[in-house]
């Protein structure tokens, strides 16, 4: 039989708290009739019996489900939650916290990243138990693909791009970026008096740099660039582009010569 001190030090413990999730939009209550108050109650009683003491009801009425950002109730739980102000959140069902798989699978990993277990309570998924934490771990295995899969058609895009000649980063200093277009910018023409100056000036590579106000590393980077010579460089590979080159190539040339000479690295 426990004895009364070690019952007295269990009750002193304080409890773990937990966040409450409703949502319930204009066209549920009128099709389903869900309630706020409904899904609240049983959830208030569903961590009563498990022992949590509750830190906060967030509730979004009148909102969709198409995604989180625009339900400010859940953007406030997520921050909280990052803050770990809280140590779970229980919702009354996955279709209340969000209807794209996507979305769903992303966030609930964020919170294991974050230690917030995740309960919800109509379909009886939950992080609590050593059973919930093992689908928590499929859940963040499908998350990692998902990240994976979009990384993949990030880069494929990418690679055509640079492939048909579009420029993919940052527009370098000459050029500027309009309407996704790379074109030369009003100051091109300091980027030849730049490369000529480099030919003609002795200077260090931070002197260099200083007298354009430019780290040496940008400096460098600068001098090097093929962008002004009208090519696309992605990954190693290199594809003509469909920009207006500002540099002459034989000036070009004789600048990588010189940082050959140089022994830059």
Same mark, same amino acid.
């Given at each position: 039989?426990?004895?009364?001190?070690?019952?007295?030090?269990?009750?002193?413990?304080?409890?773990?708290?937990?966040?409450?999730?409703?949502?319930?939009?204009?066209?549920?209550?009128?099709?389903?009739?869900?309630?706020?108050?409904?899904?609240?109650?049983?959830?208030?009683?569903?961590?009563?019996?498990?022992?949590?003491?509750?830190?906060?009801? @967030? /509730?979004?009425?009148? $909102?969709?489900?198409?995604?989180?950002?625009?339900?400010? &109730?859940?953007? +406030?739980?997520?921050? *909280?939650?990052?803050?770990?102000?809280?140590?779970?959140?229980?919702?009354?069902?996955?279709?209340?916290?969000?209807?794209?798989?996507?979305?769903?699978?992303?966030?609930?990993?964020?919170?294991?990243?974050?230690?917030?277990?995740?309960?919800?309570?109509?379909?009886?998924?939950?992080?609590?138990?050593?059973?919930?934490?093992?689908?928590?771990?499929?859940?963040?295995?499908?998350?990692?693909?998902?990240?994976?899969?979009?990384?993949?058609?990030?880069?494929?895009?990418?690679?055509?791009?640079?492939?048909?000649?579009?420029?993919?980063?940052?527009?370098?200093?000459? @050029? /500027?970026?309009?309407? $996704?277009?790379?074109?030369?910018?009003?100051?091109?023409? &300091?980027?030849? +008096?730049?490369?000529? *100056?480099?030919?003609?000036?002795?200077?260090?590579?931070?002197?260099?740099?200083?007298?354009?106000?430019?780290?040496?590393?940008?400096?460098?980077?600068?001098?090097?660039?093929?962008?002004?010579?009208?090519?696309?460089?992605?990954?190693?590979?290199?594809?003509?582009?469909?920009?207006?080159?500002?540099?002459?190539?034989?000036?070009?040339?004789?600048?990588?010569?010189?940082?050959?000479?140089?022994?830059?690295?």
């Amino acid at each position: 039989m426990e004895g009364l001190e070690n019952i007295q030090i269990k009750m002193n413990q304080p409890r773990p708290l937990v966040a409450i999730y409703v949502r319930v939009s204009t066209k549920d209550q009128v099709e389903h009739g869900f309630s706020l108050m409904a899904q609240q109650e049983s959830l208030e009683n569903y961590a009563k019996a498990l022992g949590y003491e509750i830190y906060k009801i @967030y /509730k979004d009425e009148g $909102k969709s489900a198409k995604d989180i950002k625009h339900r400010p &109730e859940m953007v +406030k739980m997520l921050a *909280d939650a990052k803050s770990q102000l809280f140590s779970a959140i229980f919702i009354y069902k996955l279709d209340r916290f969000s209807r794209s798989l996507k979305d769903l699978i992303l966030t609930i990993d964020q919170l294991k990243e974050w230690g917030i277990d995740f309960v919800s309570l109509q379909d009886k998924i939950e992080t609590t138990s050593a059973s919930g934490k093992l689908m928590f771990h499929i859940i963040s295995a499908f998350a990692e693909f998902e990240r994976n899969i979009i990384g993949d058609r990030t880069r494929f895009g990418m690679q055509k791009k640079a492939k048909d000649g579009g420029f993919i980063s940052k527009a370098p200093r000459g @050029y /500027k970026i309009v309407e $996704k277009n790379l074109i030369p910018g009003e100051n091109k023409d &300091e980027i030849n +008096k730049i490369f000529k *100056d480099f030919l003609e000036i002795d200077l260090s590579l931070t002197q260099f740099g200083k007298k354009y106000n430019m780290t040496p590393t940008g400096m460098k980077k600068l001098l090097r660039n093929k962008t002004y010579i009208g090519i696309v460089k992605f990954q190693n590979q290199e594809t003509k582009g469909n920009h207006q080159a500002i540099l002459e190539k034989q000036l070009f040339k004789q600048v990588q010569e010189k940082i050959k000479q140089l022994g830059w690295t």
